[in-house]
Structure formats: C-alpha cells, structure tokens
C-alpha cells in the first residue's frame, strides 16, 4: 500500500532563517506531487507541483522553492522565512489518472517567531 | 477550477442524517466533483467523487442534481468523529492541484 511521510512535523524557526521540508511517497512510482500551504483559519493554498523529477511549477510567487531530486522525493525550502511563512504545510500525491484521488501526508506545522 | 459555494457552517446531532449542499453552477462538462473533509489539525482526507450518476462508498453517498449545477454530500449516521471541514471541490482532471474553497464546519452535537 502507498505511504506518504513528512517531517519534521512541528518546527519553530526565526524570521530570517533558511527552511527545508520534506516529503517521501512509499508504494508508487511516477507519482505527481504537490505542496500546499494553510494558514491559520484559512483554506488550504497549492504552493507548488510536480509531475517529474526536476519538474516543478509554481503557483504563487513567493520566498519559497520546491524541488523534485528523486522520483518519490519532494522538497519544499526557503533561504529567508517571513512571519508570513507561518502555517500547515500539506504534502500531498496522485497517480496522475484524471479522476485520481489525492492523498495527503500528516503535515509541518511551521511557527516562524 | 469552477467556483463551488458552500455553506460556512452546519450543525447535526449524532446517529442523525447529514446533508451537506454545494452549488457549482459554472460546472462544465468534463468537471469532476469531488468531496474532501480536514479533521483538526490533520489534512485533508478524501471522502467522493463523482461525474452525473449519484455515488455511494463506506463514507457516504453523494448526489448529483441532474443539471450537474448541485450536489450534496450525505452522511448517513453522523458520529462525532464526523466533525470536520468538508470541502466541495470541482476538478477538471489536470495535474494542477485542486483549488480548496473555505469548505461546510460541521458540528456535531452528542
């Protein structure tokens, strides 16, 4: 069966300090990623996706970046956090098929002070 | 992705029928609707999906008006475990993600 892993899965860094988190999908190959952000009392935004290795596209501009180094590997980093980074990050994969289900991991919650 | 309206909050007692609406009147042919619920401090799970034809698995049923502009989410014995935002999302099928609205709160009263 597929897993989906993030960590860490709480974290507190200050305003101005690199971040890197990551995610790993177990049981598939080839799967499309995807990184969404949640902000406190807000809906869940899509920050980033991939459908290959070395393949991202962005959907908001921001302080973020995301990269694909392995099949099954997502990572989503920044070299300066903003208070605004602050929130629920979501790791999430699909097969690619058109009516396919996504599947979420567990989360970062991320407090930048 | 087309734009779903939902109602901010909904209240049940538990062992009670919930019907959670979505309008999506701007839906187009290919779209699909999807349902996901986000249970506090967890994230989103899946719970349907359909096309035109009313659809039922282990979690719930959902209804599809037949114009498509509709549907609703049918939980057939809520449990306070039920308790969650549910999403009613419209997806075309592509690999750009889905476009999370503010989703129903729905509060389940023992």
């Known amino acids: 069966s597929q897993t989906i892993h993030q960590w860490p899965a709480t974290l507190v860094q200050p305003v101005g300090s690199p971040l890197s988190l990551e995610c790993t999908v177990e049981?598939?190959?080839?799967?499309?990623l995807y990184w969404y952000r949640q902000a406190a009392g807000r809906g869940l935004q899509l920050l980033f996706y991939?459908?290959?290795?070395?393949?991202i596209s962005s959907e908001v501009p921001q302080n973020l970046s995301a990269s694909r180094p392995q099949d099954r590997q997502f990572i989503l980093s920044s070299k300066k956090l903003l208070l605004s980074d602050s929130g629920f990050y979501l790791c999430?994969?699909?097969?690619?098929?058109?009516?396919?289900?996504?599947?979420f991991g567990p989360g970062t919650r991320l407090t930048v002070l | 992705d087309a734009k779903t309206t939902q109602p901010n909050s909904m209240e049940s007692n538990e062992e009670e029928p919930v019907h959670l609406p979505c309008n999506h009147s701007t839906i187009s042919g290919t779209d699909y609707i999807h349902w996901y619920r986000q249970l506090p401090s967890q994230g989103p799970e899946y719970v349907i999906h359909g096309l035109t034809s009313n659809v039922n698995n282990r979690m719930a049923s959902l209804a599809i008006a037949e114009d498509r502009k509709s549907s609703t989410l049918i939980l057939h014995r809520a449990t306070l475990r039920d308790a969650a935002v549910y999403y009613c999302?419209?997806?075309?099928?592509?690999?750009?993600?889905?476009?999370f609205g503010k989703g129903t709160h729905l509060i389940i009263q023992p």
């Open positions: 999430a994969w699909t097969s690619g098929s058109r009516t396919d289900t996504q599947y």
């Open positions: 049981g598939t190959s080839n799967p499309n």
């Open positions: 999302i419209l997806s075309g099928g592509g690999a750009d993600g889905l476009t």
């Open positions: 991939s459908v290959g290795i070395g393949q």
